[in-house]
């Protein structure tokens, strides 16, 4: 990592500051409206598989945008590139919005789909402005932005929990969030740092994205976001449904356990860094890779609740750091972060779109412990490919 330089350290500690207010108003805006899917099948009255379609109209955008987002960051810079994905978000929200109260599941899903796209090239941009800063900071900072992004989902929660106890409809909560998510992140982009100005040749150049996905170690770092992130989404979507049908617990131990996993990733995120510090990237990724296998098979075969329940913190703890430390190494390079964070993320997403069904599949035919399983190839995956997250040495030495 570079030093600051003769940049004001004013000016660098409010684009901190600015990049977590991005990434917490992302996790905010996507889950506000996602914990109150009951609600939104109501209103446009879908059948559970219905629903479910539905809802993959937005993972479909947000796999749009992951491969547009490089060029868009490359031609705009992140600033200018967050405030367009949240724009888009806002304007999906909004049709979302006018969807549920019309009862046209068509707009709803245009919405979804926008939302999708908006978040996707959000996620990108704001992932490359905090590279950018942890660069300059000369210190780990990544892990914490994505604690932040934990932190905002859960924000989201419990505002959608919240409207839903006073009986708001999720129409009228939408109303909200299309009004105070523009203004919010408008006021955080104006504080990243300044893009510095392209010379004649970059300016002609491509953003690189397509050389980025034939660059061996890009590709590999991308396979090791995948299998943290399968990692991590296959807790987000079965460990409750794994202690209620695998354990036979109640529901309200369910609830339990996926708290416990997400209060130990988002726990993890916020000392990681320290850890990142003192031992670097590729023993701290291979150590998160044991303990979330040791987490995985306490959780699997364990064989009573409580130990079930500590399988679903060292799964949370385990699952906590791979994903940033995967953004961070991708964009070493700050002239071209933009399209491997954009190639990164784009393999790294797979997994919350393949990963769901794939795991329901075998559930139905195996039983969820047994489906589960399958997380343990994820994680080996995320050993092998851990030395790709070594740093790139600076350019005059390679």
Do not use: K
Not at 60 to 77: E, K, T
Not at 281 to 291: G, L, P, Q, Y
């Amino acid at each position: 990592m570079t030093t600051t330089g003769a940049m004001p350290s004013a000016q660098l500690l409010r684009a901190r500051t600015a990049v977590v207010v991005a990434f917490i108003t992302a996790g905010l805006a996507f889950s506000s409206f996602i914990a109150r899917t009951p609600a939104l099948r109501d209103a446009l009255d879908l059948s559970t598989g219905q629903l479910g379609l539905l809802l993959l109209c937005m993972s479909g955008g947000a796999v749009a945008g992951l491969p547009l987002s490089g060029p868009i960051v490359h031609r705009l810079g992140p600033g200018r590139a967050v405030l367009s994905g949240a724009l888009s978000m806002t304007l999906g929200l909004a049709l979302l919005g006018a969807g549920m109260a019309a009862a046209l599941v068509p707009v709803a899903a245009v919405g979804l789909v926008a939302a999708g796209l908006g978040t996707g090239v959000w996620d990108v941009a704001m992932n490359v402005e905090g590279a950018d800063v942890e660069r300059r900071l000369g210190r780990s900072l990544m892990p914490r932005l994505h604690a932040g992004f934990s932190l905002g989902t859960v924000a989201g929660a419990g505002i959608g929990a919240a409207c839903a106890a006073l009986g708001i409809p999720l129409a009228v909560q939408l109303i909200g969030i299309v009004i105070l998510l523009p203004i919010v992140v408008t006021l955080a982009v104006r504080r990243f740092l300044p893009v510095p100005e392209a010379t004649p040749g970059e300016a002609r150049s491509g953003s690189g994205v397509l050389t980025a996905w034939r660059e061996p170690r890009t590709i590999v770092v991308g396979l090791m976001v995948l299998a943290f992130a399968f990692t991590e989404g296959s807790a987000n979507d079965w460990i409750a449904i794994a202690m209620v049908d695998g354990h036979g617990t109640s529901e309200t131990l369910g609830a339990i356990a996926f708290g416990f996993f997400v209060a130990a990733m988002t726990a993890g995120r916020m000392v990681g860094g320290a850890a990142l510090e003192r031992f670097g990237r590729v023993a701290v990724v291979r150590a998160t890779a044991v303990i979330a296998l040791a987490g995985l098979l306490l959780m699997l075969i364990g064989g009573s609740v409580p130990v079930a329940l500590a399988g679903a913190l060292l799964w949370g703890i385990g699952a906590s750091l791979g994903f940033p430390v995967g953004m961070s190494a991708a964009a070493d390079d700050p002239a071209r972060a933009a399209a491997r964070v954009s190639v990164v993320s784009s393999i790294g997403y797979t997994a919350f779109i393949a990963g769901p069904p794939l795991i329901g599949l075998l559930g139905e035919h195996a039983g969820i412990l047994r489906a589960l399983f399958v997380v343990l190839g994820a994680l080996l995956l995320g050993l092998l490919a851990a030395g790709s997250a070594r740093p790139l040495a600076p350019a005059g030495e390679r």
